[in-house]
């Protein structure tokens, strides 16, 4: 069965530095999400994108995050600079369009210390 | 998109069937009810979806009251692995998931 994979899982560093998250969707799927969930609460949208094009990033902190998926088919999401508040699971999802089921990866969980 | 509202925690015996409510009162006629499940660490997994009718399939069944104000989903029988948070969502197509905090389900051994 085709999932969602996600890199790394695991991903440790200090305040002020930049990092990465890698996402590659389930293979024909052209919507793909980007989430974050907080411990103890469900994730929330930070942005949407329809193939290589972003459709609602209205929930994504422009200051520090930026996401991309140049190609339309696996997609980078990146802090810069990491605040300790950013400490959360960050899932990617991947749907056949929008409106459609969604299918997770397994997640990035980030610790800023 | 209607809010849901569901317990915060529940428990299950081991082979027992696991009925999992959800209010959602300000449903609209096109709204699909959706379900997912997050066991610890791990991404949310999809169980079922519905808009009217009852459905079923290889995970759970889901019950959908005849004014669609309320759903359960059912485990027939829950196993230790079912144990997990589970999110009830209710959707118009083509708009965006809003999670809540679900429900822990526990199953006791």
């Known amino acids: 069965e085709a999932e969602v994979a996600q890199s790394p899982r695991y991903k440790i560093t200090e305040k002020s530095q930049a990092v990465a998250f890698w996402c590659d969707p389930i293979?024909?799927?052209?919507?793909l999400y980007w989430y974050r969930q907080i411990l103890g609460q469900g994730p929330e949208l930070l942005v949407q994108?329809?193939?290589?094009?972003?459709?609602?990033d209205s929930q994504l902190p422009k200051d520090r995050f930026s996401a991309e998926r140049l190609k339309g088919v696996d997609s980078t999401l990146k802090i810069q600079p990491a605040e300790l508040g950013d400490s959360a699971m960050y899932l990617c999802?991947?749907?056949f369009g929008q409106g459609e089921t969604q299918y997770f990866g397994p997640g990035t969980r980030l610790l800023v210390l | 998109d209607a809010k849901t509202t569901q317990p915060p925690s529940m428990d299950c015996a081991e082979g027992r069937a696991a009925n999992l409510p959800c209010n959602h009162s300000?449903?609209?006629?096109?709204?699909?009810v959706y379900w997912y499940r997050q066991i610890h660490s791990q991404g949310p997994q999809y169980i079922i979806h519905?808009?009217?009718n009852n459905e079923t399939n290889e995970m759970a069944s889901l019950i959908i009251t005849e004014d669609r104000k309320s759903s359960t989903l059912i485990l027939p029988h829950a196993t230790l692995r079912d144990t997990a948070v589970y999110y009830c969502?209710?959707?118009?197509?083509?708009?965006?998931?809003?999670f809540g905090t679900g429900t822990s389900l526990t199953v006791i051994p």
């Open positions: 994108f329809q193939d290589e094009s972003v459709v609602d």
């Open positions: 999802a991947s749907s």
């Open positions: 300000t449903i609209s006629g096109n709204e699909y």
């Open positions: 969502i209710v959707r118009v197509t083509g708009n965006q998931f809003y």
């Open positions: 293979s024909g799927h052209a919507t």
């Open positions: 519905g808009l009217k």
